[in-house]
């Protein structure tokens, strides 16, 4: 299995809702991250877990809360969100250390109205 | 922090032509150079990568380069197709902290 893989593909919700996002991978990758991407923006690095732990934290506001299960899962919590959340969010995972190139998953497309 | 800048912001080319992209970074311990290609609505994909002890990469009609000393490379595409139109990122990173440049929306015409 060489895919990571992310459900739901899309996701309205409203402003008061609570909804997770899910990420999973099974290519014993240790390093696991979050994205944001705006439309024709470059992704936006949200977190990063490595070994399950969180390791990187870029000033994300607290609605969203990301969460390691386990090596192969990956959730982001969402809670509150404004409409300008809206985005593209990517899940990735590498080998850890990085130097073997990021494998993203196809991203879900989130709606907050 | 790293921080990573990409040229052209678009760049149209006839089908056969090469198209170059250019990327500068910052932080000189950064070591890990990939290039992902994005076509609308899909995910990014790793299409070429090249690390800090390696200055020339090639895999068929892709090519990038890397001059350590100026904190530059760039992407090289010959012969390009209609199928290469897709928007090309460019990254930098050390550690777990990849970076990417603005972009590049490349156009192939028939």
């Known amino acids: 299995d060489t895919e990571v893989t992310q459900t739901p593909k899309h996701l309205v919700m409203g402003m008061t809702n609570k909804k997770s996002l899910k990420c999973e991978q099974h290519?014993?990758?240790?390093?696991m991250y979050w994205y944001k991407q705006k439309a024709k923006k470059p992704p936006e690095l949200m977190f990063v877990?490595?070994?399950?732990?969180?390791?990187i934290n870029e000033s994300v506001p607290s609605r969203f809360s990301p969460e390691c299960p386990n090596s192969s899962l990956l959730n982001l919590h969402l809670h509150a969100l404004q409409p300008e959340d809206s985005a593209l969010y990517l899940c990735?995972?590498?080998?850890?250390?990085?130097?073997?190139?990021?494998?993203f998953g196809s991203g879900t497309r989130l709606t907050v109205v | 922090g790293e921080n990573v800048e990409q040229h052209p912001s678009t760049l149209s080319v006839q089908e056969g032509d090469s198209a170059v992209i250019k990327c500068t970074y910052s932080?000189?311990?950064?070591?890990?150079f990939p290039w992902y290609k994005q076509e609308l609505g899909k995910r990014p994909q790793l299409i070429i990568d090249?690390?800090?002890?390696?200055g020339e990469k090639k895999d068929q009609r892709i090519a990038v380069t890397l001059n350590k000393t100026a904190k530059h490379f760039s992407l090289h595409i010959t012969e390009t197709q209609p199928e290469d139109s897709a928007v090309y990122f460019c990254?930098?990173?050390?550690?777990?902290?990849?970076?990417f440049g603005g972009g590049t929306r490349l156009m192939v015409k028939p």
């Open positions: 990735a995972s590498s080998q850890e250390g990085l130097n073997y190139g990021y494998t």
């Open positions: 290519m014993g990758h240790r390093a």
């Open positions: 877990y490595s070994y399950e732990k969180l390791s």
């Open positions: 932080d000189s311990a950064s070591n890990y």
């Open positions: 090249i690390r800090s002890n390696v």
């Open positions: 990254a930098a990173s050390y550690g777990n902290m990849l970076t």
